[in-house]
Each structure stands twice: as C-alpha cells, then as structure tokens.
C-alpha cells in the first residue's frame, strides 16, 4: 500500500509560511524535478541515492560534500518537504554516515576507508540497531557476534529497520562472547542476510521501506568493523549517535510539520482570514511551535560541531531535543486542527495523510517515557539512562 504523503518538491510560490519556516534551512540537495513521478517508493529512494545525498555529510577530502550536522539537518529537511516517509528512511542513512564521520573525526582510524567506499559509489547505508525488544543504547544488542577466522559470525534480527531492501549497507551492532559490543558496516548481499520489506504493517510512513533484516550465520570480516566497546556502556560512540539522530529526526518533522501548518495558512487564506480572524491566532501558536523546535535543532547542531558540551550534557540536550519534536508535533496538530477542518480527517486529502505520517514521531527510540528522566539526571549530575529498567535497578 502506498502513502498518498506526497508534497511538491520546492517552495509555493508566494507562501508567506514557508517564507517564515523556511528561514535559517538551507536546501542543499540537488533533486530531480520529476523525483515524484514514480509512485514506487524503492526507486523513489534510489534516485535520490544517486544525487547528492549520500555525500553531504562525508569529508570533501574522502570524495564528500563536506558538510557537517547542519547541512545533513537541512537536507532531510528538504527530503521530508517532499516525502516525509522517504525522508524518514533515508534518515537512516545520514545518522548512520554521521556516526562513522565523527568516530574516524575523533580517532583519526582506518574508517576513512569506510567513508571513501560510500562516497565512491554513492552506497545508501541503513541503521540496523533496532530490535525486538531490544534497547535505545546502541552498546547493547541481542545480536550475537561469535568469532570465527578473521571476523565474526552474526545472528539475530534487526526490526524495524528502515531502508530494508534499498540499503547497499548495513550499519549493526552484535554482542560478542567477550562482553563487548561491536559495531560496523555489513554488506547487504552478504551470504545469510536477508531482508522483509512487508515485515511492518506500519499505518504511516509507509515510503520508507521499513521493514526486518534477518542474520543467519552472516560472515563479518574484521576490516568492517570500526568500534568496539564494553556491552551496555554509554561511551562516546553512543552520545555522538543520539545527538545525530536527535538533531535530524527533529529536521525531518520539522519539514513535515512545516507542509501542515503551510496547508492551514493556505486554506484559511482562501477563507478570507486576517489578522483577527480566531484562526490567525491558531496559526501563530503552530507557527510558534514549529520555530522554536527549529531553532533548538540548530542550536544543538552547532554547539556539538564546536565541541561545546561534555557527555553528560550532550545527552540531556539530546534527549531534550527528542522530547520536543514529539510534543512539538502535537501542539501544532492540535492548533491547526480548527483551522484545516474535516479535511485532517478525509480520505485522500494530503493533511490527512500528513496527520498520520507524523504521528511516527512517537515511537522512535529512546522511549518518551525515559526522555525527560535523562534530562533531569544530566541536570543532577547522575548517570543518564535510555532504558527504563536499568532507571529501576
């Protein structure tokens, strides 16, 4: 079944929205007039892998953009403007291409190599650190890794996992028999890996070819695996993951949320509202809504680019970040809600599907419930949690 959250790519001309909401983001992409003229969502994802995309964030000096947070931000911003679905997808790929970009910009090691191999073929790389009933901290995985020559044996099961049957790679974490946690780049087509694109009968975003990567035996060689580290620890390798996967899941609903409040505003311009139209208030608190979650994305970007927080506050900051975009999602939904009227509840209207789309927002990890503890154990000075049972130990 495919999502009718379809959005035309570029600005409308004369929206006094998105002249608002738009400012401060760039568009950095360089996307394809025609990209929404297929309605197969795969092929979808893979035209936008041979633009731009998977560079923007790799070093210029390994075959990259060059671009650092904020530019991987504004693109899946852009993305979302025109697919949130896709944008959610594809949003895997630009956190886990900024995790290997910062571990190799921290530790100068052979990951450039990694990098360079993407840049060079224009490889979309999906995030397999979900699974079931597995944890936020990407340092702990049910995922075994058994060694055997020079590498590993994988087993287990990543779900949801999105980019399922377009990713070229898999970025994953396996627990090895040595108490550690390793984690690296896993070749799609590797011998014992497979892939269920209709594993996850999701109501939204539904373009994001989200589905489950089974691993059975899948050989692993030494050479891709770029951290290691004691299980469950929350070393540094998990505070630049969650800043990054924080800081673009908060873009990439910012665009999404972006197109509602611009549908509201257009629909009650067609009205005849003005400025003391009940409605120009309901806009003004979405509007005010949307700013705010905008600009602490990009506080937060640049303020991790420039080195200025610990570990400590970056997860509270993050984790913050987290919070917001999902209560941000809901306040602008429920002030636009008077203004769009029945359409938000109407088969085939665009809001509606929007409406739908975004409500994903709530169910990425770390779990709501954990967000604003962690916030106030940073704030305390005490070890910050992303499961709820290590918060009841």
Not at 60 to 80: E, K, N, P, T
Not at 302 to 329: C, E, I, K, P, Y
Request: proline share 5%; aromatic share 4%; glycine share 10%.
């Amino acid at each position: 079944m495919s999502s009718p959250t379809i959005v035309a790519v570029g600005r409308p001309a004369g929206s006094a929205a998105r002249n608002l909401l738009d400012a401060g983001w760039t568009q950095p992409l360089e996307l394809p007039d025609d990209l929404l003229a297929t309605d197969d969502h795969g092929d979808r994802i893979r035209r936008v892998a041979a633009t731009n995309f998977p560079l923007i964030g790799i070093p210029a000096d390994l075959g990259g953009a060059g671009g650092d947070m904020l530019d991987v931000a504004a693109a899946q911003r852009q993305l979302a403007l025109v697919d949130p679905g896709m944008a959610i997808g594809l949003c895997m790929h630009a956190h886990s291409v900024g995790l290997v970009v910062e571990h190799h910009r921290r530790l100068s090691d052979t990951s450039w190599m990694l990098l360079e191999a993407i840049a060079t073929r224009h490889s979309l790389v999906g995030s397999a650190f979900a699974e079931p009933g597995g944890s936020a901290n990407l340092m702990r995985a049910r995922t075994t890794a058994r060694r055997s020559g020079r590498g590993y044996l994988l087993n287990g099961v990543k779900f949801p996992c999105s980019l399922s049957t377009t990713a070229e790679l898999f970025c994953l974490n396996a627990a090895t028999d040595a108490g550690e946690t390793i984690v690296a780049l896993c070749p799609a087509g590797a011998d014992g890996l497979t892939t269920d694109g209709n594993a996850w009968p999701a109501i939204g975003m539904r373009s994001s070819d989200t589905g489950k990567v089974i691993l059975q035996d899948v050989h692993l060689d030494d050479r891709l695996i770029y951290h290691r580290a004691p299980s469950g620890s929350t070393d540094p390798i998990v505070v630049m993951g969650f800043v990054w996967f924080s800081v673009l899941m908060a873009a990439t609903y910012h665009g999404a949320l972006t197109t509602m409040v611009d549908l509201a505003a257009q629909g009650a311009t067609a009205a005849g509202a003005r400025g003391d139209d009940p409605r120009s208030g309901l806009l003004g608190t979405a509007t005010r809504e949307l700013l705010a979650l905008g600009g602490n994305a990009q506080w937060l970007a640049r303020v991790w680019t420039q080195n200025g927080f610990d570990q400590q506050a970056a997860l509270g900051a993050a984790m913050a970040l987290r919070a917001q975009t999902s209560a941000t999602r809901d306040r602008v939904v429920s002030a636009i809600t008077p203004v769009i009227g029945s359409r938000l509840y109407t088969s085939g209207q665009l809001v509606s599907a929007l409406n739908l789309d975004s409500l994903a927002v709530h169910h990425h990890p770390p779990a709501l419930l954990v967000c604003d503890d962690g916030v106030g154990s940073a704030v305390l000075g005490q070890p910050v949690s992303f499961d709820l049972a290590e918060r009841a130990a």
